[in-house]
């Protein structure tokens, strides 16, 4: 076979000749282009797993200190204080109702449960409210930890300026022992 192809490659005109050079050559090109870039993608994954295997293996190592980190943390909390997610709600619409805001929203809670804890997060919303009084309902949830934890707080103001919107998201540990 390759015989063949010889033999009908060297019987054409040297012009055919350059132009079949041409074409192969642009195919290999072609090839060794997108083999690069399937290399690149191969590598970049094999980095991002060796990343990952590393990360993971920090955490089986420190498996023990973390257990006892969280045995130690665990019995500093008083399971009647911890707060599932529907006290978590009513526990923060409190604060807001004492802090004199009255302009609130919140979704549902969301739940993660893992062994012995489970967190409980909430989205909740304040809007037309004063400084002072955000100030004074930031201040009782910060008195509420660790139980109530702040992961997320952005504060905006109306074009006026003297209202505020609080949009933050909290949490809750839960002891489910």
Sequence with gaps: MIRTIRALFLGRLLREKL???AF???GALWW???FSS????????????TLSLKEQQQWLDNRKAIETSAEKAAAKLEA?????????????NTIAREAGLKNTSSGSPNAQSSGQFSIH???YTVIRADWESLTKFYAALQQRSPYIGIEHVQITADPTGTQ??????????????
């Design 80 to 92: 009647a204080k911890t707060l599932d997610g529907s006290r978590l709600l009513a526990t923060v």
């Design 38 to 49: 399937r290399l690149g993608a191969f590598n970049l994954q094999q980095r991002r797993t």
């Design 164 to 177: 505020l919107t609080l949009a933050l998201r909290v949490s809750s540990v839960e002891i489910t022992r």
């Design 24 to 26: 192969a050559a642009i």
């Design 121 to 123: 997060t909430l989205d």
């Design 32 to 34: 060794l282009s997108a």
């Design 19 to 21: 132009l079949l050079v």
